[in-house]
């Protein structure tokens, strides 16, 4: 059990969420589904959920965002907004979506494997197992063809849970006739910062500064492949870090 205070944030999806971990206990958490640019809402989100908790900003030790993989746009703003609150000198962390995600379901003895949308037949896959308390990773975060999460499930004895915006897609083209495949309850499915939260809790050794937070993309930009294309001869890609 933890007794630091952990704000977390998630604008790596269709989902703008944050929430506040203390001493084991989420105090608060916003989560909406929206349409609008996470720039606009997130931020509003944060300070409303402050003063809901009657907590300020000086009161969190530690400031948790999914860095990736998820949106490219929706990673940097999260990003960036962490690394403002951070500047001068709060700690901070980034934490794996995929890994956040799976921390949603962490409550069931089960395989769980978180899915996003990449591009089209191509999904971001998390491999973990829970034991009902704590998460074991199965296999290194990768981006991939849906023929790897077939073959892992294949692998793997037992339950399977299924995690992510693409779970459903999955679950009806890959496992519609396997029973021990099932889909997490639809308000588990999405990114929610509650989840952040509990996979900072599990890495806050790795708390650091502002200047060390990245988005981990885990595939190159659209940048990148124009300049890999011939399409952007002015772009370095040298402010990217994955």
């Known amino acids: 059990m933890i007794d630091l205070t952990v704000l977390g944030i998630d604008t790596s999806g269709k989902t703008a969420s944050c929430a506040v971990l203390k001493d084991g206990v989420i105090l608060g958490e916003t989560t909406v589904y929206t349409k609008l640019t996470h720039s606009q809402v997130i931020l509003p989100f944060v300070k409303r959920l402050l003063e809901d908790t009657e907590l300020t900003v000086d009161d969190i030790d530690v400031v948790a965002v999914a860095n990736g993989p998820g949106s490219y746009t929706g990673l940097r703003i999260g990003i960036a907004l962490v690394k403002g609150m951070c500047f001068g000198g709060k700690k901070c962390l980034g934490v794996s979506t ?28 998390g491999a973990y197992r829970s034991d009902g308390e704590k998460l074991t990773r199965l296999a290194k975060d990768t981006v991939c063809e849906v023929d790897k999460i077939l073959k892992t499930a294949e692998s793997i004895e037992g339950d399977i849970v299924l995690v992510g915006d693409c779970a459903e897609k999955l679950k009806n083209e890959l496992f519609s006739a396997d029973e021990r495949v099932r889909l997490a309850p639809c308000h588990e499915r999405l990114q929610r910062a509650s989840g952040v939260c509990e996979a900072a809790a599990c890495h806050l050794d790795k708390a650091a500064g502002a200047k060390e937070l990245w988005a981990q993309y885990l595939q190159i930009t659209k940048a990148e492949k124009d300049l890999i294309d011939g399409h952007s001869p002015v772009y370095s890609g040298a402010d990217v870090k994955k």
């Open 98 to 125: 995929l890994e956040a995600l799976a921390q949603n379901c962490v409550g069931v003895k089960a395989s769980i494997f978180s899915v996003m949308s990449a591009r089209p037949g191509i999904v971001y896959f």
